[in-house]
């Protein structure tokens, strides 16, 4: 069956590239995924495989029955793109303005329409049920996973076990990585409102510098990590947002500042956001000013499944050799599959796309991002097996 699978794979390969070029072409923000929905409703009745529609409007759940009764196993890929204008050049780059297939949804969603393909192909070689979940809004948070699962996506199927699969920018074609255990932070946004006395810049004595306040609680908040963390769990707390909306000579009345804080441990998640909320709002105080705190919780950790994920290990090394199946470390990136992975056995594993003609890597989130599409030739067949041998 693995030769039959490979094979398989190998036959699509051109289509798949052509879907995902499409798709990238085409690309659509968070809760917006249209015209990609239907593009996916379109293959997948092309192909004759079942489905139900309209999960958080735009989510798909696919489904690929067995030739008898038996474990159910889901396979999930995101669809959403990011607000970023894309800067590269090719025939297939991004028509929309400002929008832009930067962290890869496109090849995981021409990916899973590519195993859905073959392992239709191959149903009456196994029992039990696939379940395709072309999940939209995982950039966004509530996040799309746990929006399909409060509207019922699994409510007739329950999955016995969830795979999902990510492009790995700085990984070699060929190659996949996978991480038993935690692999992945939690991820929550942070907001800070600064509010003083704004005024003219050369009279700082008569105001309340709200721009320095805002400076001195991000140097402040660096203790979250460094001394009020445990050493052992992995934590990171950034800011990339700080807008001051004065001039040379202003000092504005309020400055607002927005960053992540991540981690791997739920109750110094918990305890985290106190520490972040009274140094702010003490060091404001300190200095005259006030700040107020909004922290927006999202994704939990993502831990894959021991027991699942070295299964899934072995059914890689069977498809691809072991060679080219990588330990992964873990990463403070954050990813709504976590939902999936906190109430169901599960794993999500990486599959290279590193483009060994490029002199320069692009990481996820660039607008300079790229996927070497030879990648695919493994994307389509590896998670077929997976899913058969799970099955089988």
Not at 116 to 131: D, R
């Amino acid at each position: 069956m693995i030769e039959k699978i490979k094979k398989k794979s190998a036959e699509i390969f051109n289509e798949i590239v052509d879907i995902r070029r499409c798709i990238h072409k085409n690309p659509e923000l968070s809760y917006q995924e249209k015209e990609t929905s239907e593009y996916i409703e379109k293959k997948l009745a092309e192909y004759g495989i079942e489905y139900i529609s309209g999960f958080v409007k735009y989510g798909i759940l696919g489904i690929i029955k067995g030739k008898n009764a038996g474990k159910t196993i889901a396979l999930r890929a995101d669809i959403d793109a990011l607000p970023i204008q894309e800067k590269n050049i090719d025939d297939f780059s991004s028509k929309n303005d400002g929008v832009m297939h930067a962290c890869g949804h496109d090849v995981h969603l021409a990916s899973l329409l590519g195993t859905a393909k073959i392992l239709n192909n191959i149903k009456n070689e196994f029992n039990g049920t696939v379940l395709l979940v072309f999940q939209p809004a995982e950039e966004k948070l509530p996040g799309g996973a746990k929006l399909m699962m409060e509207e019922g996506v699994f409510n007739k199927y329950i999955p016995d076990i969830v795979i999902g699969q990510h492009v790995l920018p700085d990984m070699k074609v060929g190659n996949v990585g996978f991480k038993s255990g935690m692999y992945m932070a939690s991820t929550d946004e942070i907001y800070l409102t600064i509010k003083g006395k704004g005024g003219h810049a050369a009279m700082p004595h008569e105001l309340v510098d709200t721009v320095l306040i805002a400076s001195q609680i991000i140097v402040s908040l660096q203790q979250i990590v460094s001394r009020k963390a445990n050493a052992s769990i992995p934590s990171v707390l950034s800011f990339g947002k700080f807008i001051a909306n004065g001039a040379t000579n202003i000092i504005p009345d309020e400055v607002k500042i927005e960053g992540t804080f991540r981690t791997m441990n739920e109750e110094w998640r918990k305890n985290a956001h106190k520490e972040i909320t009274k140094i702010a709002q003490q060091t404001a105080q300190l200095m005259g000013g006030t700040c107020d705190v909004n922290i927006v919780g999202g994704y939990p950790f993502l831990k894959n499944d021991v027991d699942v994920t070295e299964k899934a290990i072995n059914f890689a090394k069977q498809f691809l050799g072991e060679e080219n199946v990588e330990n992964m470390e873990i990463r403070m990136t954050a990813e709504d599959f976590s939902y999936f992975s906190q109430k169901y056995p599960s794993t999500f594993y990486r599959l290279g796309t590193m483009n060994s003609n490029s002199n320069e890597i692009f990481p996820l989130h660039s607008s300079h991002f790229k996927v070497d599409e030879n990648a695919m030739k493994n994307s389509t067949g590896l998670m077929a097996w997976i899913a058969f041998s799970f099955l089988k």
